[in-house]
């Protein structure tokens, strides 16, 4: 009776914030129906069905849906979507480049969502070390947006992939047992729940620089004792309450893909499911491996991208 009625709270707020994420849902997927009907009204009955990309509605293509799938599988396991998609649209020529921005956060927020959903009520990390990290994060991307706009983009890909190569190499230090191992709280208090609030506080301002937060969180998330699996509730509830306002904003805006955006989202709901089942299905051990795996991956794309950034500012200045 008494570990019901102290799980009582949690409960509640963890209800609350599943509550606030669906009417951002929703308001999302009423501004997608009513940006979908503009896109067909606009177009004739002979253009609508024809494969002109800003007119194309209905139905999306085996390759629009095959990288729905493939992109939101493999985010839902902490790679990140947008390059991922970004990559697969050029390779396959997709979407004209203009429209990548707004396709990106059109198709992935209905799935950015949902993860959300699956995941917190999957993961049973503590409601207030689940909430004071998601508000953290969306704090810093408002507040520390100006702030973070007005740091070179290269410094900062480089700092941070520099530092995700060293957490990447604790971690793998401590899974081979060179070094004492993570513990495997679902929840925090005192000066570390501290410090992870200021964490994700600055990684949601860096998310405005192209830095993708899951990866950091995964790796602050391990570093902080907690179990590995706790950072996918966390990571994508930071980015559920985002995606549904910048994805609106390209909506009304016309600037997205409709087809595109919809096989998005058709082929990713599946591979989300999926994934997901996967993550919740394997030891912990194999979910820190992917962890590392991610923060490898997701470092060396840094490293390279400011390596890019630099060598292109050379080159404009020569």
């Known amino acids: 009776m008494s570990g019901s009625a102290a799980s009582a709270p949690g409960h509640g707020l963890r209800m609350a914030l599943l509550l606030v994420l669906a009417l951002f849902g929703v308001y999302f997927f009423l501004a997608l129906l009513a940006g979908l009907r503009r896109v067909v009204g606009s177009a004739s009955p002979a253009s609508a069905s024809s494969t002109t990309p800003s007119t194309r509605v209905w139905p999306p293509s085996a390759a629009e849906g095959a990288t729905g799938f493939v992109t939101v599988f493999f985010d839902t396991f902490g790679i990140g979507s947008f390059a991922t998609t970004t990559a697969m649209f050029r390779a396959l020529r997709l979407v004209p480049d203009e429209l990548i921005p707004g396709t990106l956060n059109v198709g992935h927020t209905i799935t950015s969502v949902l993860s959300a959903f699956v995941f917190i009520e999957l993961v049973p990390v503590s409601a207030s070390t689940l909430l004071s990290m998601i508000a953290a994060a969306g704090l810093g991307a408002w507040l520390g947006a100006g702030i973070v ?71 602050l998330i391990s570093l902080l004792g907690m179990n590995p699996r706790a950072a996918f509730p966390i990571m994508m509830g930071s980015c559920a309450f985002l995606m549904p306002i910048s994805g609106t904003r390209f909506v ?25 089942y996967l993550v919740k299905a394997l030891p912990v051990s194999a979910v820190r491996w992917i962890v590392i795996a991610v923060v490898l991956y997701t470092a060396l794309t840094l490293l390279e991208a400011g390596r890019r950034e630099i060598a292109s500012l050379r080159a404009a200045s020569n």
């Open 149 to 219: 706009a007005r740091l070179p983009r290269y410094r900062v890909r480089l700092g941070m992939g520099g530092a995700l190569l060293v957490a990447a190499g604790i971690m793998l230090l401590t899974q081979l047992g060179l070094l004492p191992g993570g513990a495997d709280a679902l929840g925090l208090s005192g000066p570390r729940l501290a410090v992870a609030v200021a964490g994700n506080f600055v990684l949601g301002g860096l998310m405005t620089l192209g830095v993708g937060l899951y990866a950091p969180c995964m790796i």
């Open 252 to 276: 009304r805006e016309g600037r997205f893909h409709p087809s595109a955006s919809l096989g998005l989202t058709l082929g990713g709901i599946p591979a989300l499911l999926i994934a997901a």
